[in-house]
């Protein structure tokens, strides 16, 4: 069984700074992608960044400069840098990792339970 395990939310002031942490583990056989989703309440889930198993990127426009996504020194972890915090980056953010388990040749989404980011005024 794999699972995915997020920390590093918190409340910060407009301006400030959170770092997000996201660790896969159990049997995993491959990780082709990770990422982190958001969702406001009252709103749509959204794609916040991504990264490859080959290092490519991709943001929403609306985190664009002001987000990093890396992935850790071990293969399975993922970090979302979160910078120039703004009351409009309010929601709680999930990491996704696209990958296969091991004895499977099939990659599907796989998401942690989510963790509350809240941006003050």
């Known amino acids: 069984q794999v699972q995915l395990v997020e920390s590093g939310g918190g409340l910060v002031q407009a301006g400030g700074s959170l770092r997000l942490s996201c660790a896969a583990s159990?049997?995993?056989?491959?990780?082709?992608?990770m990422g982190w989703y958001r969702q406001a309440p009252g709103k749509q889930r959204e794609l916040v960044a991504s990264?490859?198993?080959?290092?490519?990127?991709n943001y929403a426009d609306s985190v664009k400069g002001r987000f990093t996504i890396s992935r850790g020194n071990a293969k399975n972890t993922v970090d979302l840098q979160m910078n120039s915090l703004k009351p409009e980056d309010t929601a709680v953010y999930s990491c996704?990792?696209?990958?296969?388990?091991?004895?499977?040749?099939?990659?599907?989404?796989?998401w942690g339970q989510g963790t509350q980011v809240t941006v003050s005024t």
């Open positions: 996704v990792s696209h990958m296969a388990p091991v004895g499977s040749s099939h990659f599907n989404d796989y």
């Open positions: 990264i490859t198993s080959g290092g490519s990127t």
């Open positions: 159990g049997s995993i056989f491959s990780i082709n992608a």
